[in-house]
């Protein structure tokens, strides 16, 4: 196995020799550097472990099959994952916060109709 920050080795009761995660204390930072897909970056005690993440994902071999708690390390991830790209867009989004349900769309009709009006106005003038 390739040397990694994230996997420590140890013995398992039986003897073995056993992988598992070093810690669950990955911070999850969404970017939107350009394009159509934010960019993804993970830190672990104020370290860039983006790298790591993804020569463990992206190995030769599953990880699941030789890290004992890879499967829950990989839903603590992906929620985390999901919870930086809702940060992303809710930061530049123009839509309003801190409004009810109904006034949310209410506003999204209104932008719309706001929208629409330049149409409008070309097609009656032409």
Excluded: C
């Amino acid at each position: 196995m390739k040397r990694n920050r994230l996997i420590i080795q140890y013995k398992r009761e039986n003897g073995e020799t056993g992988y598992k995660m070093v810690s669950f204390e990955i911070d999850v930072i969404a970017k939107h550097t350009g394009g159509l897909a934010p960019t993804i970056l993970y830190f672990y005690d104020n370290l860039d472990v983006t790298e790591d993440v993804r020569a463990i994902r992206f190995g030769l071999e599953p990880p699941s099959s030789y890290i004992d708690d890879y499967e829950q390390f990989q839903k603590l991830l992906y929620k985390k994952e999901q919870r930086a790209i809702n940060d992303l867009y809710d930061t530049i989004s123009i839509r309003p916060k801190n409004m009810s349900t109904t006034k949310q769309i209410l506003w999204s009709f209104g932008v719309l109709l706001l929208m629409t009006i330049p149409l409008l106005v070309a097609i009656i003038l032409k």
